[in-house]
């Protein structure tokens, strides 16, 4: 009877519903059996994806009706194992056995069940965790084609406070990405920018001919971060469609501001809120950041008094740290931080991997829904997601409209700017060459 358990139970293990088959009820053995198949040939299906179109495998998971039939699916192998296990222990009829025997089998089978049960149970709850997260952060929309072979997003840092009314833009940046090779280059605006050109036919570039703040505007400040805050609370009646298209005025206002200053045409944006953003790294456990001088962290409002200081050297920080590392302003300047911002977005692109998300969907997912907010539609995720995978293997690029690359923001050149956004985002030999 104990070598009878082994067998039954064993069997079961390796392929459920074969106990049924052998001394039970074959109706349920031949259902498990075929079931189970199927499940064998789902899994082959999708390595068979994973490495032959990762793109369209990433897109079905990354979909509603995608995430919905994995989390049903798990849910339905999770119920049908339970059930096949515990039918297998009554065949197996273990208080027949040895003392010693009738231990050790419904042990190793209650792992079993605990282990392959559970996992298909909690693949399942990741699912439908993971369809909650993409749809409260991303769009239902169509996707839209590259611009000149290009993706271009924009990225803002929000910058919202008790102080203030309103949200500025903290943190300007735009990525390039090629569509193909996922080369990217990260350009980065320095906030303070004067004399913002709009882009052809916007609503901005009616009501300000000659850049923004040429003859004064309708906030304190006539600053590049000011023009959200200028639509947003005062005129957000100029973009009618923002909400609608999952986006808001101000960031709409930003995109036309960005344009204006690259020439560069902006299919998609995402913000952060870096209130939040600490929350976001410690979702993620962290980020290793090699920090070239120490960095104070400020203990009052005027960012004068410093606290503490990040140490220079390589440094592991939490979302703490990491966000005083991209805000600090005791004893430095607006070109420091944004090189420093560049940096911390380049850290998380090269070290937070798509098993390390999987990984913390639950925290991640907690925390990015609450932060960030884009209008990239979710049904291309699975193409982004892979074109990521490529630009993680490159090297990013960087171009800073700033003083070091004799950009003046008081006065700036934008003929100028837009020959050096042209040159940083022209394809390489490589590209010429694929072509």
């Known amino acids: 009877m104990t070598k009878r358990a082994w067998w ?40 068979g994806l994973s490495a032959a179109a990762p793109a369209t495998l990433l897109t079905i998971s990354s979909s509603t009706i995608g ?21 297998a222990w009554y065949l197996a009829n273990l208080g027949r056995a040895t003392p010693a025997g009738r231990t050790i089998v419904a042990a190793f089978s209650a792992i079993v069940l605990v282990v392959v049960a559970g996992t298909a149970g909690y693949g399942a709850y990741v699912a439908t965790t993971a369809n909650s997260f993409l749809s409260d952060v991303f769009i239902a929309a169509p996707t839209l084609e590259p611009i000149d072979g290009r993706y271009n997003i924009m ?34 605006l320095p906030r303070n ?23 004064g505007c309708d906030v304190d400040v006539c600053l590049l971060n000011s023009i959200y805050t200028e639509v947003e609370l005062n005129t957000p009646e100029l973009y009618p469609d923002a909400t609608a298209n999952g986006s808001s005025p101000g960031i709409e206002a930003m995109r036309d501001a960005v344009e204006g200053i690259t020439g560069l045409g902006i299919q998609y944006y995402a913000l952060i809120d ?85 990984t913390k969907l639950q925290a991640i997912a907690a925390a990015s829904s609450k932060v960030v907010t884009t209008d990239i539609p979710q049904g291309s995720l699975g193409y982004f997601v892979n074109l990521a995978s490529k630009t993680r293997t490159l090297p ?40």
Request: no cysteine; hydrophobic share 50%; glycine share 8%.
């Open 8 to 47: 039954l139970l064993g069997l079961n293990v390796l392929i459920p519903g074969s106990a049924q088959l052998l001394a039970g009820n074959r109706k349920l053995g031949r259902f498990g059996v075929v079931a189970s198949l199927i499940f064998v040939l789902l899994v082959a299906a999708g390595i």
């Open 67 to 87: 995430l919905w039939a994995i989390a049903l699916i798990l849910a339905f192998y999770a119920v049908l194992w339970l059930i096949l296990t515990v039918n």
């Open 155 to 188: 990225l803002l840092g929000g910058d919202a406070g008790v102080d203030r009314d309103g949200l500025r833009p903290d943190s300007i940046s735009l990525a390039s990405i090629d569509a193909e090779t996922g080369e990217a280059i990260i350009i980065g």
């Open 193 to 215: 920018m004067e004399l913002t050109p709009f882009v052809a036919g916007s609503p901005l570039a009616d009501k300000y001919p000659d850049g923004y703040g040429a003859y």
């Open 274 to 358: 870096m209130q939040g953003f600490s929350d976001l790294i410690d979702s993620l456990g962290g980020v290793t950041i090699n920090v070239e001088e120490a960095v104070p962290i400020h203990a009052d409002a005027d960012f004068t008094i410093v606290a503490e200081w990040i140490p220079a050297g390589v440094q592991v920080m939490d979302g703490y740290h990491a966000l005083w590392y991209a805000r600090s302003r005791h004893d430095t300047t607006d070109y420091d931080r944004m090189e420093r911002q560049r940096q911390l977005q380049q850290a998380v692109v090269e070290q937070f991997t798509p098993s390390n998300v999987l």
């Open 396 to 435: 990013i690029g960087s171009l800073e409209l700033a003083p070091s690359n004799d950009i003046d923001p008081e006065f700036p050149d934008f003929e100028y700017i837009r020959q050096l956004v042209a040159e940083a985002t022209a394809p390489t030999v490589a590209d010429e060459n694929a072509e």
